[in-house]
């Protein structure tokens, strides 16, 4: 303490009737709060409340290793269409009977 | 609980660390619902809250308010005490802004300045001592309220400058300055050395 405040000093004590209206005070407070039911009383539960945080930090971390185990394959840049058509069995004209192969189209029929 | 607690008196006199320590079966008492752990608080805790309240309002009238808006705080909100560390920090730092809120209230009345508040008394009937008190309360009543709060929980609580800080809201560093700085201004208006 400073020696600026002798001992033997101290603060006021608070006056003998304030004990009355204060605790009258916090009883009528105590009858007016709302009791708290079960649900209330989990959901401000700490412990409650570190496990769901937990279960979701799982949760995340379960998910992106999940993710990154079965990655998708790169995808293809050639369109499974044009895939198709190469793979189609190609016709060699030299090989037709001569019925069969195409008839060159005339100049006059391009007119 | 509460005839063990009037076994204690002189409750200035309680260690800090013991004053801490006897309010956690009250705190628990009121969060599981037995109402009488409010007057078990008071008779642990009162003086000292109406000491903090005083020293920063600087009137008896505000501080009597402010005690008792803290003990209404603490009944309607009585569920969450449990999860409290420390139950003396709590009412400190109620009592802190309880207090403040009275002062505020009052600047926006602006009903009549204050007339001198007594913040100090002399323990025993002793005359010379009772007249050191009241120059002491008048020179206390010219420091800047939150430098009156620092050293009313420094010096007649007993608190560190840390917890002068959580229950103020402010940095440690800052509730040491306004002690330093209120001690200093007092032992000049008291005619001291600087």
């Avoid at chain 1, 101290?10 to 709302?34: H, K, N, Q, W, Y």
């Avoid at chain 2, 920090?89 to 309880?98: E, F, P």
């Amino acid at each position: 303490m400073s020696d600026l405040f002798p001992p033997g000093l101290e603060p006021p004590s608070p006056p003998p009737e304030l004990r009355a209206r204060v605790l009258s005070a916090a009883s009528r407070a105590f009858d007016a709060a709302p009791e708290h039911d079960a649900w209330t009383r989990a959901l401000s539960s700490p412990v409650l409340r570190l496990a769901w945080a937990a279960s979701v930090a799982v949760l995340g971390a379960a998910h992106l290793f999940v993710s990154l185990r079965r990655a998708a394959p790169p995808p293809d840049p050639v369109s499974p269409e044009i895939r198709q058509m190469a793979r189609l069995p190609r016709i060699d004209v030299r090989s037709l009977p001569d019925e069969a192969a195409p008839t060159p189209i005339r100049a006059e029929e391009r007119s | 609980m509460v005839a063990m607690v009037e076994e204690v008196g002189g409750l200035l006199a309680v260690a800090e660390s013991s004053w801490g320590d006897s309010l956690r079966a009250p705190f628990a008492a009121l969060a599981a619902g037995d109402r009488d752990a409010l007057e078990a608080i008071w008779l642990l805790a009162s003086r000292r809250l109406y000491a903090l309240a005083l020293w920063r309002t600087g009137d008896a009238e505000d501080a009597a308010d402010a005690v008792q808006e803290v003990f209404v705080r603490l009944a309607s909100g009585r569920a969450s005490l449990r999860n409290v560390e420390s139950p003396h920090l709590w009412l400190l730092a109620a009592a802190h802004h309880a207090a403040v809120d009275a002062t505020r209230r009052r600047a926006r009345r602006r009903t009549e300045p204050l007339a001198d508040a007594t913040f100090l008394v002399a323990q025993e009937g002793d005359p010379e001592r009772a007249a050191r008190a009241s120059e002491l309360s008048r020179a206390v009543a010219r420091l800047p309220r939150a430098q009156r709060e620092a050293i009313a929980l420094r010096h007649f609580g007993g608190h560190s400058f840390r917890e002068i800080a959580r229950a103020t809201g402010v940095p440690t560093f800052t509730a040491a300055s306004r002690c330093r700085l209120g001690l200093a201004r007092l032992r000049r208006l008291l005619g001291g050395k600087p």
